[in-house]
């Protein structure tokens, strides 16, 4: 990896990156109202992560409610994931960071140089914009989705 994964009680690196539909999202304007749920994945249209993906979209009621949002990261380009997200009906954003390539998940130390994708990577980011809890996994390492879930039930507990 490029750099240490932004650890937790760290003000998470804000970005604006494009949605599966065109839309500019911005971790930023989440503040003061959502949690954010973000998880940088490796590619569309993959195994693992497909899986993981639908794991997160059959289970959006427990991880996306009025406390937080769910928002994918990848590499791949926007329509890519347009066509990825209809498929597998995900309707959370799957953001673009394809150009500049990779440069979010460089900024959050997740970013694989040598196979040009981010890696498997988890963070619970609280409303005020603050990392609360991580973990990152190798690209095919599947993550613990009930660890996940109980992150962000923990969070919107402590809220």
């Known amino acids: 990896m490029s750099a ?3 650890p937790t009680g760290q003000l998470a690196p804000d970005f604006t990156l494009t949605d599966q539909y065109g839309q500019r999202v911005t971790l930023s304007q989440f503040r003061g109202a ?5 998880m940088f994945y ?18 959006a009621p427990d991880l996306d409610s009025e406390d937080t949002v769910v928002v994918g990261v990848s590499c791949d ?8 997200a209809t498929q597998e009906h995900i309707d959370f954003p799957l953001l673009s960071d394809f ?3 990779g440069e979010v998940a460089r900024a959050y130390g997740v970013f694989l140089e040598s196979h040009g994708i981010a890696t498997r ?8 914009g603050v990392v609360r809890w991580s973990v990152v996994n190798g690209p095919g390492d599947p ?15 402590a809220a």
């Open 143 to 157: 993550r613990d989705i009930d660890a996940i879930s109980a992150a962000v039930a923990d969070l919107a507990r």
């Open 4 to 6: 240490m994964p932004v």
């Open 121 to 128: 990577a988890t963070f619970v980011i609280d409303k005020q």
């Open 34 to 38: 959502k949690n954010v749920l973000l």
């Open 99 to 101: 150009w500049p390539h």
């Open 42 to 59: 490796p590619a569309a249209f993959t195994g693992i992560c497909t899986s993981e993906l639908c794991t997160l979209r059959d289970r």
């Open 77 to 84: 380009r926007v329509p890519s994931l347009k066509i990825y």
